[in-house]
C-alpha cells in the first residue's frame, strides 16, 4: 500500500512540473503586457509611458531571463512562498490561505449536495425503471446536465433579488469567524454546482444500478426473501457506488472550472474569483500559482479516488 | 446680462461681495448653477480673497467658506456604518502611482477641495485656509491649516505639501507620477514658511484649481515620503483625512475606522466605512436595492430603473468624465485623410447609438467638451449641428462627396474595428459602428475582439487602425482632456494626431481665465475637431449613483460631474 502510494506521489511529480512549465510559459506567450493596464484601476486606464514600463518591469523583476524567473518560482512554491501579486504586491499564501477555505466549502458542499440529490434519485429511477418517475427523472436529469452551473447561479440571484429583495450577503467572512453569513455566502453556489453535479450521479447511479439489478446475487437476495429495500440498500446502493464515486472524482475537475464561473456570478471571494481577476489584470505570478495550485488538488483528489477503491470494494485493495 | 457678469466678478475680486452673496445675486441674474460655478472659479483663480474666519453660523451653517464643514440641518445623526458597493480594488497604496482615487482619498486631504453641498461646482478651502493668485496668474500661494496632524499624530506642515507636489511634478527614479500632465505648468512648489506654500508656473494653466481640488489630491507626510525613497505603492502611510486606515483585503472590502482628532471636529458623522469591492454593476445595483449597501457610485440601468420603484433608495444621473469613442490612427491609410475622418464623422448617427445603446449606458449627444464641464455646449444646439443631427441625409451626402474627393468614391474595405472582449464593446456598440458605416458610406470594417489588456497593448504601440475605447479623466476641464489625449505630443495621443491649429488653441484655452473668453476658444476648438476629427465621438456617458435614502449630508442630486470619493459630510438618517 505504501509502495503504491510512493509510485503515485513519484508519478505526480512531473505532472506537477509538466503543469508549472506549461502555465509558465503560457502566460509570457500569450498577449497581453501585465503593465499596460497597471496603473489607475477604476479610474480608467492609464498608460505607461516607455520609461516608467521599464522601471516597473525592472522592479517585479520581470528583466531577468526566463529560466531564472522560472527556478526562481519553483523554488518560492518549495518553500511555500509562492511570492506576490503584481498587482496588489500582497503576499500570494496569504490569498490563498484567506480564500481557499471558503472554495473548499463550496466545493464539499456541492458534492454532498449533488450526492444527497444525486444517490437517491439515480437508485429511484433505477428500481421504477421507465415508470413516469424515471421519465421524469431522465428530463431532470438531462436539463440539469445541459445547461452551466454559473446560469443556475444567475438565475438563483435574479429570482431572490427580485421576488424575495434578498442577496447573498456582499463580504464573506469564515465559517470559524460568523457560521450564519458564511453559509448564506457559500450556499447559493454550492447549489448551483451540486445541482449540475448531481444530475450527473444521478445519471451514473441509475446507470450503474441497473446492471448490479441484473447480477445473479441481487436475484438470490430477492428469492430467498429480502425485502425490496433491504435488497436495494444492501447489494444494489454498496455495489453501485464504485463507478460514481470514480465519477465524482473526474467530475471533481470540472467542479473546480466551475467555481471559477460560479463563483464571479455570485461575487463570491473563493480561489476561482481570484483566477479570474488575476486572469483579467494578467497578474502573472497569481495565475501559476493557483493553475499549479488547481493541480495539485486535482492530483490528490484523483489518488484519494483510488485509494478509496479498496475501502468500498476489498476485492480492489493494493497488497 | 454679459456686464452684469462682470460687475460680479469685479465685485468679487475685489472684496466686496462674498461668495454666498455672488451665488445669490448671479441666481437673481438668472444664472445657471454651471455658470455661478465658472464665475467664482475664475475669481478664485485670479486671487479673490477669501475668508479666513472660524467657521461660523454666520456662514450659512454649513462652513464652506472656512473648509470646516458642517451639514445645514441642525441635529445630524450620528454613528453607523456607510457601506458602499463599487470597485475597490487598487493596483497600489500611492495614489499619485495610480491608487485608486475614491478609495484613497477618505484618508487624506487636499489644499482644496470641491464643495459637497452645491454638487462640488465651487472650490472651497481643505487643508489651505485661503489662497491667492498673482496679478500674472503664475504664482499660487496658500495659507495652510495649523493644528493639523496626520494619523500618527506628526504635525502637518508646508514641507508636507512642498514633498508631495515635488514629487508629482519632477518624480524620483523609479516613481511613476500619473498626475503630472494635470500639473503641466507648474515650475516648482516651495515653502515661504512653515504655514505658507507657492506654486510657481512656467505659465498661466486655467485648470490649475480644478486640478488641485480634485478627490486623488493626497497630501502625504515628507517624512513617510523620504522613509520610504519617495515610493509608497505598498505601503499604506498616515494622512490627515477623516478616516484612518483599518483592513484592506483585496477584491473583498476595505475598512477605515474614523479619525477620532479630525482637525474639523464637526466631522465625519459616521463610525467608520466599508467599502465592499463588488465589480458587477448589476450585483451593485441589487446591493442598494436589498439595503446590503447604502450608496453606489454607479450601478447597472435596469438596478438603476427598478430603484424608482422602492421609496427607501434614491438616485440621479450625473454627467460622467468618460466618453465612447473610436480613435482613428492617422498615421495609417486611409485615416491619413482628414476628409476621411470627416466624412466618418459625418456619416454616424450618434442618436441611434445612444438608442441601441441604452440598456447598458447612458449617453449623452454631447460633443468634444464633456457635458460634466459647465463650458459644454448645450445638447440642444449641438443638435442643430452637422454631424449631430438626428436628419441624416444632408450630412451623408457630404460625408460621401469627401469620400470621393479622397479617392474613395465606391466606399473603402479591409478595415479592422478592434473592441475589448466586454459584451457591451463586443456585442452592441462595436456591430452598431460597422453596421453604420457600412451603411451610410458602403466602409467595410471587420471587428476583431480582444482582450482588454491585449487592446491596451495594441492600441499604445500604434498596432491598430480603428480602436473602440471609453477614455476617462479625473476633472471634465477640456484643457485636461485635449492635453492627455490630442495635442499632438500629448501621452496618450494613440492615434497620432497633430493639427498645428488645435494645438495652438489648446495653447490659448490653457492660459486662458477668463470664462466667456475661454468659451468662445473652447467653440473654435470643437470647430476645429469636428472638421479634423482625431476620433469618431460617439458621445460622453452618465454615470448611475443609487444609494439608501437614509443617506444624507451629500447632495448627490446636485452633482453636474461624476467625481466620487469623499464621504466626510455623510450621515446615516436611521
Known sequence: MLQYLLRRLLIAVPTLLGVSLLIFLAMRVIPGDPLAMISGEGQGTRVLSEEERESARQSLGLDRPLPVQYLDWLGSVARGELGYSFWTKEPIREQVLRRGPISAEIAILAVAISWLIGVPVGLLSAVRRNSWLDNLTRVGVTFFMAIPSFWIGLVMILVTVRVFYWRPPLVADQLWENPSTNLQMVLGPAVALGLGLAAVIARMTRSTALDVLAEDYVRTARAKGLAGRAVTLQHVFRNALLPVITTSGVAMGGLLGGTVATETAFGVPGLGNLLVQALNRRDWTMIQNLVLLYAVIFVVINLLVDLSYGWIDPRIRVG | ?574
Request: aromatic share 8%; charged share 20%.
Open chain 2, 1 to 574: 446680462m454679459a456686464s452684469d457678469t462682470s460687475r460680479l466678478f469685479d465685485d468679487l475680486l475685489k472684496g466686496r461681495r462674498s461668495r454666498r452673496d455672488l451665488v445669490k445675486a448671479a441666481a437673481a441674474l438668472g444664472l445657471s448653477a454651471a455658470a455661478i460655478a465658472d464665475l467664482v472659479a475664475a475669481a478664485d483663480a485670479r486671487g479673490a480673497p477669501s475668508s479666513q474666519t472660524p467657521a461660523t453660523q454666520a456662514e450659512g451653517g454649513t462652513g464652506v467658506e472656512s473648509g470646516i464643514l458642517r451639514v445645514p440641518e441642525p441635529n445630524p445623526t450620528r454613528g453607523g456604518t456607510l457601506r458602499t458597493a463599487f470597485g475597490v480594488t487598487t493596483t497600489s497604496y500611492d495614489i499619485w502611482q495610480g491608487g485608486t482615487p475614491h478609495v484613497l482619498t477618505h484618508m487624506y486631504n487636499g489644499l482644496i477641495r470641491q464643495n459637497p453641498f452645491d454638487g462640488l461646482q465651487t472650490i472651497i478651502p481643505d487643508l489651505a485656509e485661503s489662497w491667492e493668485v498673482s496679478g500674472d496668474v503664475l504664482t499660487y500661494t496658500f495659507r495652510l491649516r495649523q493644528g493639523v496632524t496626520f494619523h500618527d499624530g506628526t504635525p502637518f506642515t508646508a514641507a508636507d505639501v512642498v514633498a508631495t507636489y515635488s514629487r508629482v511634478i519632477s518624480p524620483p527614479s523609479g516613481v511613476i507620477s500619473v498626475m503630472k500632465p494635470f500639473f503641466r505648468s507648474v515650475d516648482r512648489v516651495e515653502a515661504i514658511d512653515e504655514a505658507t506654500v507657492t506654486f510657481v508656473l512656467r505659465e498661466p494653466q486655467a485648470d490649475l484649481l480644478q486640478a488641485l481640488a480634485a478627490p486623488f489630491n493626497c497630501v502625504y507626510p515628507k517624512q513617510a515620503l523620504d522613509a520610504n525613497n519617495q515610493d509608497l505603492r505598498t505601503v499604506v502611510v498616515p494622512g490627515t483625512g477623516p478616516f484612518v486606515f483599518g483592513e484592506y483585503r483585496d477584491a473583498e472590502r476595505w475598512v477605515m475606522p474614523k479619525n477620532p482628532t479630525y482637525w474639523n471636529p464637526e466631522l465625519p458623522y459616521v463610525d467608520g466605512l466599508e467599502l465592499i469591492h463588488v465589480a458587477a454593476w448589476s450585483d451593485r445595483g441589487t446591493a442598494i436595492l436589498t439595503g446590503q449597501a447604502d450608496l453606489s457610485w454607479n450601478v447597472s440601468r435596469e438596478t438603476f430603473d427598478q430603484g424608482e420603484r422602492s421609496a427607501d433608495v434614491a438616485r440621479t444621473e450625473v454627467p460622467s468624465v468618460g466618453c465612447y469613442t473610436v480613435i482613428m490612427n492617422t498615421q495609417r491609410e486611409p485615416f491619413n485623410d482628414p476628409r476621411v475622418r470627416r466624412a466618418m464623422h459625418l456619416a454616424i448617427s450618434r442618436q441611434n447609438l445612444i438608442q441601441a445603446f441604452r440598456t447598458q449606458e447612458t449617453i449623452a449627444l454631447s460633443r468634444w467638451v464633456s457635458h460634466a464641464s459647465a463650458l459644454a455646449m448645450p445638447a440642444e444646439q449641438i443638435a442643430a449641428l452637422a454631424g449631430y443631427r438626428e436628419d441624416k441625409s444632408e450630412d451623408i451626402a457630404t460625408a460621401k462627396q469627401l469620400l470621393a474627393e479622397a479617392g474613395h468614391p465606391d466606399g473603402i474595405s479591409g478595415l479592422e474595428l478592434l473592441a475589448a472582449s466586454v459584451p457591451p464593446h463586443a456585442e452592441i456598440m462595436a456591430p452598431a459602428i460597422q453596421d453604420q458605416l457600412k451603411q451610410a458610406l458602403n466602409i467595410d470594417a471587420q471587428i476583431r475582439i480582444t482582450e482588454r489588456a491585449q487592446l491596451v497593448e495594441e492600441e499604445t504601440s500604434g498596432n491598430f487602425g480603428l480602436v473602440l475605447d471609453t477614455p476617462t479623466i479625473s476633472i471634465a476641464d477640456f484643457s485636461a482632456v485635449g492635453n492627455l489625449y490630442f495635442r499632438s505630443d500629448a501621452a496618450q495621443n494613440f492615434g497620432k494626431y497633430a493639427n498645428p491649429q488645435f494645438d495652438e488653441l489648446l495653447h490659448a484655452a490653457d492660459q486662458e481665465l477668463d470664462q466667456e473668453r475661454r468659451a468662445v476658444i473652447l467653440r473654435q476648438i470643437e470647430d476645429v475637431l469636428d472638421q479634423d476629427p482625431p476620433w469618431l465621438l460617439v458621445g460622453w456617458t452618465f454615470h448611475l449613483p443609487m444609494w439608501q435614502a437614509a443617506v444624507k449630508g451629500l447632495n448627490l442630486e446636485a452633482r453636474t460631474e461624476s467625481v466620487w470619493g469623499r464621504v466626510d459630510t455623510a450621515y446615516l438618517d436611521r
